[in-house]
Nanobody, 123 residues
């Protein structure tokens, strides 16, 4: 399984970015997916996750109402729409997929990871 994340970049505070993650090597629609981030000197944290059907999503508290995880199973792609970005959102963002169809938003649910895409939010 290969995950190819893209869409990162430099954005001013208050701006928006949409990250994409293309999954290769599996029937993507059968599995849960998610987005995580890691800032320098900090541990990796879950940003948002989505079940295989898209019916259940989990978000970390600090991004609720601003970030949206979605998926297009026909394109084998999961997205992270990030609005009203804040400087503390600067990090490397990773996409991941699970061997399971459901997730409760825990990092341990995920088995395959992409290479990460850097998001920098300037103040």
């Amino acid at each position: 399984v290969q995950l190819q994340a893209s869409g990162g970049g430099l954005v001013q505070a208050g701006g928006s970015l949409r990250l994409s993650c293309l999954a290769l090597g599996r029937t993507f629609s059968n599995y849960a997916s998610g987005w995580f981030r890691q800032a320098p000197g900090r541990e990796r944290e879950v940003v948002g996750t989505i079940t295989k059907s898209g019916s259940t999503k989990y978000y970390m508290d600090s991004v609720k109402g601003r970030f949206t995880v979605s998926r297009d199973n026909a394109k084998n792609t999961v997205y992270l729409q990030m609005n009203s970005l804040k400087p503390e959102g600067s990090a490397v963002y990773y996409c991941a997929t699970s061997d399971w169809s459901y997730t409760t938003g825990q990092e341990r649910d995920f088995d395959y990871w992409g290479q990460g895409t850097l998001v920098t939010v300037s103040s």
